[in-house]
């Protein structure tokens, strides 16, 4: 139950993946939570053993439009964050990082509300410098097809810090690197919950490119904990602060990890590397480490673990494809 006072607690996105996952941790915190998603990639089934609970409330709600809400925290989560998801509708999720943003702030201008805003790795762009510092200005491609995401993303930090400067809003940044775990939807399109469907399945693992590019990826768990405690650290912390794994791995790699892992038949299958598809990717999380006394605990093998037998257990009973069913 709560260890601090009593919040009431808007999360946008809350129906998605990270969301889901953070939804949960505040009402075990003993927080009162308000979910508001559009449902664009967000899923009821993710919230479903949540409603139960008189403490939490879902709202269907496109952030691109203003909310009337009083609360004391805001969590801005609402985007698509697949590239195939956000690459769908491009004019939307512009829409979303800016005027989700905007709407986010003027409650928390009006009412006193602390906002954090999840931004992302993506604001690196495809980086010159490694691993990755928050006084690094990235490499960002401003008209490709990753920009609608990443320069959203950008202008979306550059308003937080601007209402925070200029109004007195009480902001946090968070620059989320590659975060997976259970609640990934199967559907995804990102890259650990590919391998771990394909592999399921024994379809063939799909790796754009020569697999050279690397990621560094966070387990769910992890990455609520960084939220949450950015969300409460000092007033004088606002970030743009790193919240990743700094564990670099190769994509190629995650595909022979995962294969081995699942006991998989699957075979590699090269596909096109997408456009603008960062090289390489890592957090330097000293600041994280400094200022909120974060490092991630669990390590890539438990994560994926975690991650595959929430899959098998979630293809098992919705795919009419059979998958491998053994541990
Ligand atoms: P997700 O797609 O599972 O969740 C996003 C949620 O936002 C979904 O529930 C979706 O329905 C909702 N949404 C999208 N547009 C909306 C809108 N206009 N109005 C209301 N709801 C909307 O993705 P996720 O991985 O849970 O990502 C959550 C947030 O974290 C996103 O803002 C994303 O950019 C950021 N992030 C995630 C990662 C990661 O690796 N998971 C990395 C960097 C940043
Ligand atoms: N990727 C891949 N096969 C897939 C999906 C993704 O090889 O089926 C690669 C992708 O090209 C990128 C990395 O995996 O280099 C991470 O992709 P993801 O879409 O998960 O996230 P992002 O590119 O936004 O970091």
Redesign the pocket.
Known sequence: MATSPQKFILV??????????LCEALLGDGHRVLC????????LE?IDHLSRENRFEFIE?????PISVRVDQIY???????PP??QADPI??L???F??ALNVLDVAKQTGARVL??????VYGDPDVHPQQEDYWGKVNPNGPRAC?DEG?RCAEALFLEYHRQAGVQVKI???????GP???PG?G?VVSNFIVQALRNDPITVYGSGGQTRS??Y?DD?VRGFIGLMNSDDSVTGPINL?NPQEVRVRDLATMIVRMTDSRSSIQQKPLPQDDPTRRCPDITLAKQQLDWSPEVPLSNGIKQTVAYFRQHLAQDAETPVALSA
């Open positions: 946008t996105g809350g129906a998605g993946f990270l969301g889901s996952h508001a998603d559009n449902l664009q990639t967000g899923r993710n709600h496109d952030v691109v439009e801005n989560l609402a985007c698509a964050a697949s998801h956000y939307h999720t829409k979303t990082s005027l989700g805003q999840a931004s992302t790795s993506e995401y993303k968070a620059r989320i690197f590659n975060t997976y609640r990934m939807s995804d990102r990826f966070c769910v990455l990743g």
